[in-house]
């Protein structure tokens, strides 16, 4: 895989991780150029698409979208279950997730793809394996986060 | 969990991100973060020491800031500092904006480094872990070069935890892919391979992933990796009794590692072994049956999964392509798959049929699903589903189907998306001509093409009509009929009017018999169409006039007539004034039988690789066609064509001199100048000396080429000459400077006018007029920068009676020229010698020899090189040995050459040591073309 993006239906970048180095101009560039060919598209039609030599594979969950660029050879079919176990992965984390948590908690969303992908690649595939990581670390943890109460809304899953 | 809970509870970074939410407009947004930047930064820069708290908080704001697409230029070193932390969320932070923030060329580089080191080391796995993630998300050269030793290290240690493998997997897999020179494998290559006997799934599913990159690299040290993955996937596709928990994903056995496993396998040809090879085939037969048992479970992410392994084992099966009844049934699912619901799904299998069309086992069951596919190009409400159609059709176009396929495939195109019609027209036009039976059908399909789609017909399509049509005679008379009659339409596409216009001045005389296409009618069809054209497409025209001239000499008067008309003897364009001008002079001073030898037909082309078929490829990459042979040797030419891509810029603007606009068929497979063209110019010779037609011979790469290499090893004389100017120059050199003195001549009687000379880089311009007889003369000054190949090339415009002249020579600007000579005795020599003696520093050339093989000449052309001459280092007298330095201007480059004669063999031998790997090749090319 050689990027990874979030975005929401309004166009906002909400996580962008990069697996092939490039320079920030052409990171925004190629953000923009795929947001709005993905936004364009009609909810019935297909999740992949030819972009440039790269083929593109996207889903919408609600209000986000998860759209990630594999090569030639990549598995279309496997990279969109790598979608659904992320945000598997982060529904079971926030508990219903949502964009809201996405926004707010970013540095999270990080982590846990970390904990998943890494280098572009299915680093752990099990759903458990991938939360104990993420849930020792909390327990690191050395204060306890306020309350947000009534953001959650328009869930993922 | 409620999401609230989450978070490290960071009040003022939560704070901040909901005020930005809040912000009505972009402007109150920057407003808010300007705000926010100076707060850091004041933070930052204040006399009290921030707590980690703090110094977390607002790092990850920045982090925030940055990730909304804002510039970051602080706080790198405070995220450094939390790498050093020895809270766990503080350090996590750190590792976070280094690896989304710093680039490699940061100066914080070693900092980082050094953190990165005490956590790989602190035998802690969750800090080894963020270490590992941060050098696999970073990937840097720098990262590389401190940790590419130490990861396999911690991959195969026996005591490192399972978490921990899997990390270093990974990053090991990303250094090898950024700097795969500075990952050793070597002496852990067994170790790793054996990680996928590991019990822990996960280590295997990373471990996988690395072999396979691997493996692609140097395939034979990772062999022992087929048996191992063939055992795995074995146990898990055949064995339905194990449970592998939580790798199970929708009731599919370890769907991701599965597929990695066969990605593996991909790496390499089928098993010899035979058993080996059975258990393989009973995994991708299993696979395939699974296909047809009912699903485990309605949701889509079951079929998904199930399905990602099947499209896996069916693409090895297309990539060993020795199995006929695996191929076959492989064939035969993908079928299904064409009719599913799913739109994903017929995507994928419209896909994957590509690859099958191309096997000699599966051609035969592909062509079977024409109709559905067919079906799939006239309803499919995607466009990528719609484009996926085309590309099969063209795959599994032959003989026995190209009329229906190209039928569909121009009805298509009548309402196909735009951006995908150039391609379509181009697939058309290959198949059509790959698969006429009959050329009247392939001449019908292309002008079916103009008809439809003729913004999109691009040159190279009608050129190649046209070049068809030259060489068989068998279809001139239709191609002639055909046009005749397309043209009838009272508006019909240029693209079709610089066909017709071609095969009419050509071919006209074939129909010309009939009353109703008489010639008169035939020169008044095309004209009426002249008015509405391009200028391209009129000057086209206008030859097509001339031709006719000759062909029918009735229609001689009503010719003459348009050609004299102020519209075109007065034309604003000189192109076509200067043709209206040429062929009436030529149609009234020339004698019929000048007339037939200058307008004879245009002989045949040269047979090569159709240039639509280039085009293609240049769209779309190699692949999808519909030869298997041709598929493989596409995909080399493809590779060479890339290879060359970077020196194209160079002989662009060496070739960029061609003379006239290319409404002809100048285009890329252009006829050599026929012999009409030539006599053209002698025609011409003794009236109108310059306004000749055709190019004076002063294409540059003929007639400077030879010039050029003249000056390897000489300054002086004369670079260019043709019937109107002489170019001489001379030139000296000092260190990393020159200066040539460019003399142009003006071998005429007439003026030139306008005259510009000038360099891709700035020059001194030339005397824009140089009189009858006269010489001007220009001042070069060079300077070179640093070791170079192409020469630059002087770019030479004047007018010439009213003719615009216009033409490149390649300026003899050598990167010997900046030699300064060295004199050493024979035991420096050898000192020196025995430094340079790293296999890229020395280039050593045999050649035979292309001139008498006289020493005293040699000697001379040596010291013309550059070098000193240096007599006695050499042991054998007959050899020649020379040194020399290239002064540049930022660098200097010692040089050491020998020259070994062989008298006997008439052969040579040149060896050349610099301490830079092009200096020494580009030398070794230059002086080696003098012997």
Redesign the interface.
């Known amino acids: 895989m050689q990027f990874m993006l979030l975005f929401s239906r309004q166009g906002k ?1 909400r996580l ?1 991780k990069w ?1 092939v ?1 490039l320079c920030d101009k052409e990171k ?1 560039r190629i953000g923009r150029e795929l947001v709005q060919t993905i936004l364009a598209r ?1 909810a ?7 972009w440039r ?1 790269l083929k593109v594979v996207y889903k919408r969950y609600a209000s986000l979208y998860f759209c990630c660029a594999i090569e030639e ?1 990549d ?4 990279t ?3 979608i ?2 992320y945000v598997e992965l982060l529904d ?7 964009e ?2 996405i ?6 969303a ?2 846990i793809l ?1 904990e998943f992908l ?12 991938v939360l104990k ?1 993420i849930e ?3 327990l ?10 009534g ?2 809304n328009d869930e993922l899953l | ?11 003022g970074l ?1 704070v901040f ?1 909901s005020d930005i ?1 809040n912000c009505k407009s972009k402007e109150a947004e920057i407003k808010r973060i300007n705000k926010e930047l100076a707060n850091i930064r004041s933070k930052f820069k204040g006399d009290k020491a921030l707590d980690g ?1 703090s110094k977390k908080k607002y790092v ?1 704001k920045l ?2 800031i940055f ?1 909304l ?1 804002h510039d970051i230029d602080f706080g790198h070193m405070e995220a450094v500092n939390l790498l050093s932390s020895n ?3 503080e350090k ?2 750190g590792y ?1 904006f280094i690896s ?1 923030l710093v680039n ?1 060329n940061s100066d914080l580089i070693r900092l980082i480094n050094n953190g990165i080191k005490n956590d790989l080391a602190s035998r802690n796995p ?1 800090f080894m ?1 963020l270490a ?2 941060c050098i ?2 970073v ?2 050269r720098e990262m590389a070069e401190a940790f590419a030793a130490d990861i396999p290290r911690i991959l195969v240690a026996g005591d490192t935890m399972d ?1 921990v493998k ?2 270093a997997a ?2 090991l ?2 250094l090898n ?2 700097s795969p020179d500075l990952v050793p494998m070597g002496e852990w290559t067994a170790r790793v391979v054996h990680l996928l006997n590991d019990q822990h ?2 280590v295997v ?2 471990a996988t ?1 690395l072999i396979t990159t691997l493996a692609q690299k140097s395939p034979d040290d990772f062999k022992t990796s087929v048996s191992l993955a063939i055992a795995r996937l074995s146990r898990i596709v055949t064995s339905a009794s194990i449970d592998l ?3 199970t ?1 929708y009731f599919v056995a ?4 599965s ?2 496993l066969l ?1 593996l396998l ?1 790496c390499y040809p089928p098993p010899e072994d035979g058993a080996l090879r059975g258990r393989l085939t009973e995994c991708l037969e299993t696979i395939l049956n699974k296909a047809q048992e009912p699903p485990k479970s309605k949701k889509v ?1 079951h079929s ?2 199930k ?2 392994v099947l ?2 084992a069916i ?1 090895l099966i297309i990539h060993h392509d020795s199995e006929p009844t695996l191929l076959v049934r492989a064939c035969n699912q993908l079928g299904q798959f064409l009719q599913h619901r799913e ?2 799904l ?3 299998a419209l896909e994957s049929m590509c690859t099958l069309a191309s096997s000699e086992f599966s051609h035969e069951a592909v062509k079977t699903h024409i109709e559905t596919v067919i079906n799939a190009l006239k309803t499919e ?2 466009v ?2 719609r ?1 996926r159609a085309v590309d099969l059709l063209y795959a599994m176009c032959d003989r026995s189907n190209a009329k229906q396929i190209v039928a569909e495939m121009l009805s298509y195109l009548e309402t196909a998306d735009y951006s995908i019609r150039e391609e379509i027209v181009l697939k058309v036009a290959i198949l059509a001509e790959k698969y006429a039976v009959d050329y009247t059908w392939y001449v019908d399909t292309i002008l079916n093409l103009i008809r439809m789609a003729g913004d999109y017909v691009s040159e190279e399509v009608w050129y190649r009509v046209i070049q068809i049509v030259i060489n068989r005679d068998d279809v001139q008379g239709y191609a002639a009929k055909t046009v005749f009659e397309a043209l009838q339409a009272p508006a019909c596409h240029e693209n079709l009017v610089k066909v017709g216009g071609y095969i009419l001045g050509e071919f006209g005389n074939l129909i010309a018999g009939d009353s109703r296409s008489s010639p008169l009618v035939q020169f008044k069809l095309l004209h009426s169409k002249f008015h509405l054209c391009s200028v391209p497409t009129r000057a086209l025209l206008l030859s097509a006039y001339i031709k006719f001239i000759n062909l029918f000499p009735e229609v001689k008067g009503a010719i003459q007539e348009v050609l004299r008309s102020d519209s075109q003897l007065r034309n604003a364009d000189v192109e076509l004034q200067q043709r209206a001008v040429e062929y009436l002079r030529l149609s009234c001073i020339a004698s019929t039988d000048i007339l037939a030898t200058v307008l004879e037909e245009m002989p045949p082309f040269p047979e090569r690789e159709s240039s639509i078929l280039a085009k293609l490829k240049r769209k779309k ?1 190699p692949g999808n066609l519909p030869n298997i042979e041709e598929v493989r040797q596409e995909r080399e030419k493809e590779r060479s064509l890339n290879g060359t891509a970077e020196h194209k810029d160079s002989s662009d603007t060496a070739s960029k001199t061609s003379l006239y606009p290319s409404a002809d068929l100048l285009g890329p497979a252009a006829p050599p100048p026929s012999t009409g063209a030539s006599l053209l110019v002698d025609v011409f010779s003794d009236s109108l000396p310059a306004a000749a037609h055709t190019p004076l011979d002063m294409s540059p790469a003929t007639a400077s080429g030879d010039n050029f290499s003249r000056f390897i090893c000489k300054n002086n004389g004369v670079l260019y000459e043709n019937q109107l100017l002489q170019i001489g120059l001379k030139s000296e050199y000092r260190q990393n400077l020159g200066r040539i003195y460019v003399f142009f001549g003006n071998k005429t009687s007439t003026q030139f006018l306008n005259f510009t000379s000038t360099l891709n880089v700035h020059t001194k311009p030339a005397d824009p007029t140089i009189d009858a007889g006269a010489q001007v003369q220009q001042i070069l000054n060079i300077e070179c920068l640093s070791d170079f190949t192409d020469a630059p090339v002087l770019d030479i415009q004047f007018r010439y009676g009213g003719t615009l002249q216009n033409f490149g020579v390649k300026l003899p600007v050598m990167l010997n020229k900046f030699f300064q000579p060295t004199e050493m005795v024979s035991q420096d020599f050898f000192q020196r010698w025995k430094q340079l003696g790293a296999p890229q520093q020395e280039v050593q050339k045999i050649f035979k020899a292309k001139h008498a093989m006289d020493t005293e000449v040699t000697k001379a052309k040596i010291i013309g090189f550059g070098t000193a001459l240096l007599d006695g280092v050499d042991p054998n007298p007959t050899n020649f040995v020379g040194a020399g330095v290239i002064h540049t201007k930022s660098t200097q480059v010692g040089c050491l050459l020998r020259l070994e004669p062989n008298t006997q063999a008439q052969m040579y031998r040149l060896t050349l040591r610099t301490s830079r790997e092009t200096v020494s090749q580009r030398l070794s090319d230059l002086l080696s073309e003098q012997f």
């Open positions: 970048l962008q697996y180095p925004k009609k019935k039609m297909c999740s992949f698409l030819e030599d050879q598995n279309e079919l496997i969109l279950e790598i659904h176990r079971k984390y926030f508990g219903s997730v949502c809201l948590d926004i707010f908690n970013f540095e999270k990080y982590f970390d890494l280098g572009g690649e299915a680093q752990e595939t099990s759903k458990k394996s990581a020792q670390a909390d690191l943890q050395e204060r306890q986060s306020d309350d947000w109460g953001l959650a | 969990m409620p999401a609230v809970s989450k978070g490290d509870g960071m009040r939560a991100i939410r708290y990850c982090l925030f990730l697409g809270k766990y969320t996590q932070i976070l989304v490699s969750t872990n590992l993630h696999a998300n990937g840097s978490s899997q990390s990974l990053c897999l990303r892919r950024t799934l996960g599913t990373a992933s928990q939580d790798y994903y370890a769907p991701w590692l597929v990695k990605r991909q992410q998904n999964a399905n990602a499209f896996e693409s739109t994903n017929r995507y994928l409400r995607d990528s589903v484009q990459g």
